[in-house]
């Protein structure tokens, strides 16, 4: 398999910090979708929740969708979708599994047999689309979310180096919708109190940490406690070494119980 090069690693990077610290859970999932395009070209892509009806039913919820498809009206796709291919569409099994796996359509069909099926007509041909790839979030036995990703027939099939590179993100994609379902249905976050008398954080990194969680970047920060950005970045750097972190979407570790 290729390795990422890297200018990819800095993307991937960057994918991730998006991930754990842009607090609005519909906005991370179209920022990544929005970056992922340039590591992994595509002509449209849908991000889902799923919610569980069951142990063996799920409904995908709260689209989000990049789209460039010939017929804009996705709100229409996912119904028709949900009404006559969920069932037969190898997602399906995939979320049963209830385990996080990035993969290609091709890795559980080929091309031919793959076009033989009434998802592929349903689903493909409509829309001039032929190519499919995927990533199953899932968490601590749950299905959390879906992330599909197609190109033309006009186009090529995604390379193992690609799928490599959606591998790369599908823990972090879990965790982070974990964190949000769990935050939803249980407790708030630490305050920033347990923080200062766990780690002993002086007054300065208590404020800015408090900042850091609320997703600010370290202009606004700077500008907020009237410090300049080099005294900022000293003040995180003693900061992370106190929490033993080497990076701010490790903080989201921190701030809750997973």
């Not at 919610?51 to 989000?64: C, G, M």
């Not at 033989?116 to 032929?130: A, I, N």
Request: with cysteine; hydrophobic share 35%.
């Amino acid at each position: 398999m290729d390795r990422i090069e890297k200018n990819e690693v800095s993307l991937l990077s960057h994918i991730i910090y998006t991930i754990y610290n842009t607090p609005d859970i519909a906005q991370m999932r179209l920022e990544v979708l929005q970056l992922l395009k340039y590591a992994v070209p595509f002509d449209t892509a849908n991000f889902f929740l799923i919610r569980e009806e069951d142990e063996t039913n799920y409904t995908l919820t709260d689209l989000v969708n990049v789209n460039s498809l010939k017929n804009p009206d996705v709100d229409a796709v996912l119904k028709k979708y949900m009404k006559t291919c969920f069932d037969i569409d190898s997602t399906h099994w995939l979320c049963s599994a209830k385990k996080s796996i990035a993969y290609r359509t091709t890795d559980f069909l080929s091309e031919e047999a793959l076009e033989s099926t009434d998802y592929y007509k349903e689903m493909f041909v409509p829309y001039d689309l032929h190519f499919g790839a995927q990533i199953v979030c899932a968490h601590e036995d749950t299905c959390l979310g879906l992330l599909t990703l197609f190109r033309s027939k006009d186009s090529h099939n995604f390379s193992d180096k690609e799928i490599f590179f959606l591998d790369s993100l599908k823990e972090h994609l879990s965790i982070r919708l974990f964190q949000d379902r769990k935050q939803q249905n249980t407790s708030p976050r630490k305050s920033i109190s347990w923080f200062r008398e766990t780690y002993c954080l002086t007054h300065r990194e208590e404020e800015i940490l408090d900042l850091l969680l609320e997703g600010l970047e370290n202009e606004q920060i700077a500008e907020k406690l009237c410090i300049s950005e080099n005294t900022l970045r000293r003040h995180i750097y003693n900061l992370y070494g106190k929490l033993n972190i080497q990076h701010r979407w490790q903080l989201h570790f921190l701030d809750r119980e997973i």
